[in-house]
C-alpha cells in the first residue's frame, strides 16, 4: 500500500525537525501509541493498539531512521507485528521551507500488511492508514 501527504506548519524546518526526533512528542501523537523507548542510536522500540473496523489489534514495532539530513530529510523504516498479523514499511519525509517562515512536510510511504488485520479491513486499510497519518500530523502542528 502506498501513501503520500503533505502536511503545513507555521515553524520552521528546525522546530518540526526537532519534534520529529522527540520521542516523547511522537508517543503523544501516534493514534494508539502506549509508549517510545530507545533501542539503539536512531532505533526505537514501539508499541501501539491500532483498530480497522471491527478488529483491533497490539503491535509491537521497531522503527529504523537512516538517511538523516538534519533538518531536510531523513527516512524511516519499520517493522512491527501483533496478535492480528504484521506491518512494515518505509517512509521518506522531507521538510521544505514555505515562503512564509514555515514548514512543508512532504511523506511517501509503502506499507505491506499482512494477517488478520488486512483480511478483515482490507477495503478501509487505505483511508485508515492515511486517517491516521493525518492525525498525527495534525497533532505534530499543534505540538510544535
Given at each position: 500500500m502506498e501513501l503520500s501527504g503533505d502536511y503545513t506548519f507555521p515553524k520552521?524546518?528546525?522546530a518540526v525537525w526537532d519534534a520529529l526526533m522527540n520521542p516523547d512528542v511522537l508517543a503523544g501523537c501516534i493514534p494508539g501509541c502506549?509508549?517510545?523507548e530507545s533501542d539503539g542510536p536512531?532505533?526505537?522500540?514501539a508499541v501501539a493498539t491500532v483498530r480497522v473496523g471491527p478488529v483491533s489489534g497490539t503491535y509491537t514495532a521497531t522503527v529504523a531512521l537512516s538517511d538523516l539530513d538534519p533538518p531536510n530529510s531523513y527516512t524511516m523504516t519499520v517493522e512491527?507485528?501483533?496478535?492480528l498479523g504484521f506491518a512494515n514499511g518505509t517512509s521518506?519525509?522531507?521538510l521544505t521551507p514555505s515562503g512564509?517562515?514555515?514548514?512543508?512536510v512532504h511523506v511517501?510511504?509503502?506499507?505491506q500488511v499482512g494477517g488478520a488485520v488486512a483480511r478483515v479491513g482490507q477495503r478501509m486499510m487505505g483511508s485508515v492508514a492515511k486517517g491516521m497519518l493525518?492525525?498525527?500530523f495534525g497533532c505534530l502542528a499543534e505540538s510544535v
Open positions: 520552521p524546518p528546525q502506549r509508549g517510545i536512531d532505533r526505537y522500540r512491527g507485528s501483533g496478535n521518506t519525509v522531507t512564509d517562515g514555515g514548514t512543508i511517501d510511504s509503502d506499507t493525518d492525525r498525527f
